[in-house]
């Protein structure tokens, strides 16, 4: 029970990694905050949660607004009095020639992918005590990408440079950021991609993982196991980009 009596906010948690995360979290003691923009989905995820034993709670969030961010890192102080991790999780993409992107479709995805972290980070920065820790998740388009994605991999770049100064102003607060960079992950998002479902992007079964992989390796970041480490970025891509 590595979270045992902690507690963890995960953004985007209505599905896929975030909800995956948010359960191997409190099937290991955590209490949970769900933080989800679509109410709905946020809410069904936590009950799916309480009715596995554990404590959740269901916040509607825009990650793009600072302003949501504090109400719900202050929601977690003011229900457990305390907050130990945090998982930037919530993310979007969009599909276009860069040609075709106006300034609303850049800083829609940056307002998510990357400023939402950002409220985060600052938030748990200025709130939390010395042990906690922060996972951003970014994604393998940050090293290596496809076309049509520019504003998603230049946004989870981004995020793996925040992870870094995160992880330097961090120390001597206590609080370690490290970043989790998935591959081809089973979701909706996956399977919804225009460039798999073209073929621009080609997946073996081996190169498509689940949901759950990426949570281990978000707890293991998260927890005292990874004590020693911040300002890291892990790959979960099943050795996707390690061929030739």
């Not at 981004?158 to 609080?175: C, D, F, M, N, W």
Request: glycine content about 10%; some cysteine; proline content about 3%.
């Amino acid at each position: 029970m590595r979270f045992k009596d902690k507690v963890a906010i995960v953004t985007g948690a209505g599905g896929g990694i975030g909800l995956a995360t948010a359960r191997q979290l409190g099937d290991e003691g955590a209490r949970v905050v769900i933080a989800e923009f679509d109410e709905a989905r946020g809410d069904a995820a936590a009950k799916t949660l309480r009715d596995a034993g554990i404590d959740a709670l269901a916040l509607r969030c825009d990650v793009a607004s600072e302003g949501d961010a504090l109400r719900v890192v202050d929601a977690a102080f003011e229900r457990w009095g305390r907050l130990d991790v945090i998982v930037n999780n919530a993310g979007t993409m969009i599909f276009k020639p860069i040609e075709a992107h106006d300034e609303h479709d850049l800083l829609g995805v940056m307002r998510v992918d990357l400023f939402g972290a950002f409220w985060f980070v600052k938030q748990a920065f200025l709130k939390c005590r010395p042990g906690a820790s922060i996972v951003n998740v970014s994604s393998i388009h940050a090293v290596e990408t496809t076309p049509l994605v520019a504003a998603y991999a230049a946004a989870k770049a981004a995020l793996l440079s925040l992870t870094r100064s995160a992880a330097i102003e961090g120390r001597a607060k206590g609080i370690r950021v490290n970043a989790v960079l998935p591959g081809a992950i089973e979701t909706p998002m996956l399977r919804e991609n225009p460039d798999v479902k073209s073929g621009v992007e080609h997946l073996t079964p081996g190169d498509v993982g689940q949901p759950e992989d990426v949570a281990r390796a978000i707890a293991f970041l998260a927890s005292d196991d990874a004590g020693f480490v911040t300002g890291a970025g892990l790959r979960v891509d099943g050795g996707r980009l390690a061929k030739l």
